[in-house]
């Protein structure tokens, strides 16, 4: 019986915890969301909003992950291949690693040193990861050239919505 209740127990808190689509798909970020503190590579820190505006007229993709998140490392070759078919496209890769040195040691292993890196160093919960409502990785958005959310929620690089809104966003006339 004590068996039993233990694996109930389990199911019922995998459940609790599992990957929940909001409610509303957000097409802004807050200013309290584009103010939080991200360090790049080298440790410098740096806002949401200035990783952004690095990249203003470009779409950008953001795929949130982190390398002890199995869907995560299963979700990067896909995402490759999502940046391979999008040159143009703009790929930025925010980790959610327990630390810098985790952060570092996994863009070595897993080849990202040539991709756009950027830690949350304040964790899980910060005012980002909270106004877009991030309770699972890996999960993908896209940005459009002002900045604004054009795909605000995915949960593979596979989603077809992801190419969809690229290609719309890239030939906003072709409709």
Not at 35 to 63: C, F, P, R, T
Not at 113 to 131: L, T, V
Not at 140 to 153: E, G, L, R
Request: aromatic share 14%; with cysteine; hydrophobic share 40%.
């Amino acid at each position: 019986m004590k068996k039993i209740f233990s694996i109930l127990s389990i199911f019922i808190l995998v459940l609790g915890y599992s990957q929940k689509i909001p409610a509303v798909n957000k097409t802004t970020f807050s200013k309290e969301a584009l103010a939080e503190k991200m360090q790049d590579e080298n440790g410098n820190s740096i806002s949401v909003k200035d990783i952004l505006d690095q990249y203003k007229g470009k779409v950008i993709v953001i795929d949130f992950w982190a390398s002890w998140c199995k869907d995560c490392l299963l979700a990067i070759p896909k995402s490759n291949e999502l940046a391979e078919k999008n040159p143009n496209i703009q790929f930025l890769y925010f980790s959610l690693e327990r630390n810098k040195d985790a952060f570092d040691h996994s863009i070595d292993r897993f080849n990202m040193n040539d991709k756009e890196n950027f830690w949350f160093a304040s964790g899980w919960k910060n005012s980002f990861n909270d106004y877009i409502e991030l309770n699972w990785i890996p999960r993908f958005m896209v940005v459009d050239q002002t900045s604004n959310i054009a795909k605000y929620y995915a949960i593979s690089p596979e989603d077809p919505d992801i190419q969809t809104t690229i290609d719309k966003l890239i030939k906003p006339n072709s409709n």
